[in-house]
């Protein structure tokens, strides 16, 4: 059974960097068949997408948050992680990791958002 | 970015109800839509793919319909466990973007 695990500081000072890694188990960052995915959700809102990267590296951002936004792999620990520069209060949210899946339906392929950790939350506070 | 309305943002229903919750996307994304239900306290759980495609394990009761900018997501007959916030997707391009949800609530 596949699973997904968020770690890292619950609360973190303005101006300063987010770190959260996502550790997988039960499945490989290295298979060609998923991307890694960072959403979150502020406090009573809705979900956010933040970014996701592909085993070799390769890496999508949300443009509102690209300035600031690093996600990274490492295959050796199987896990893919988040930072996010400059914080401020805007950024305090519940952050998912999640896997994204590559399904073919009639000849077409789509994708899906079909594992999720059970979210961390970060407080961005001095 | 894609923008997606989900109406209604605030639903009442009763056990056993169908009911539909729509979503519009501000310009064509085929069938590259998902849907998830997210309870208090848990993290959002894939229901449906590819606009119309039941994620294995889901009960179903649950089905989705449409393709280009109209989608619907229907519950044939509400459970106990179904009131949830509901969320669409839409996985065409990037950014990949969310609905504001569908809180459906007990009657």
Same mark, same amino acid.
């Given at each position: 059974?596949?699973? *997904?695990?968020?770690? +890292?500081?619950?609360l973190v000072k303005p101006s300063e960097t987010l770190s959260l890694t996502c550790t997988v188990s039960g499945d490989s960052v290295s298979s060609h068949s998923y991307y890694w995915s960072w959403i979150r959700q502020p406090?009573?809102?809705? *979900?956010?997408?933040? +970014?996701?990267?592909y085993y070799s590296g390769s890496t999508n951002y949300n443009p509102s948050l690209k300035s600031r936004v690093t996600?990274?792999?490492?295959?050796?620990?199987?896990?893919?992680?988040?930072?996010?520069?400059?914080?401020?209060?805007?950024?305090?949210?519940?952050?998912?990791?999640?896997?994204?899946?590559?399904?073919?339906?009639?000849?077409v392929n789509y994708y899906s958002m079909d594992v999720w950790g059970k979210g961390t939350t970060v407080t961005v506070s001095s | 970015?894609?923008?997606?309305?989900?109406?209604?943002?605030?639903?009442?229903?009763?056990?056993?109800?169908?009911?539909?919750?729509?979503?519009?996307?501000?310009?064509?994304?085929?069938?590259?839509?998902a849907w998830y239900h997210q309870k208090p306290g848990k993290a959002p759980k894939l229901?449906?793919?590819?606009?119309?495609t039941l994620q294995s394990g889901v009960p179903s009761r649950f089905s989705g319909s449409g393709s280009g900018t109209e989608f619907t997501l229907t519950i044939s007959s509400?459970?106990?466990?179904?009131?949830?916030?509901?969320?669409?997707?839409?996985?065409?391009?990037?950014?990949?973007?969310?609905?504001?949800?569908?809180?459906?609530?007990?009657?």
């Open positions: 059974q596949v699973q *997904l695990q968020e770690s +890292g500081p619950g406090p009573g809102k809705g *979900l956010e997408w933040i +970014g996701c990267i996600i990274s792999v490492d295959t050796s620990k199987n896990q893919f992680s988040l930072k996010l520069s400059s914080v401020t209060a805007a950024d305090t949210a519940l952050y998912y990791c999640a896997r994204e899946s590559l399904t073919m339906v009639r000849g | 970015d894609i923008q997606l309305t989900q109406s209604p943002s605030f639903l009442s229903a009763s056990v056993g109800d169908r009911v539909t919750i729509t979503c519009r996307a501000s310009q064509g994304i085929s069938s590259y839509l229901l449906i793919y590819g606009a119309s509400l459970q106990p466990e179904d009131f949830a916030t509901y969320y669409c997707q839409q996985l065409v391009s990037y950014p990949y973007t969310f609905g504001q949800g569908t809180k459906l609530e007990i009657k």
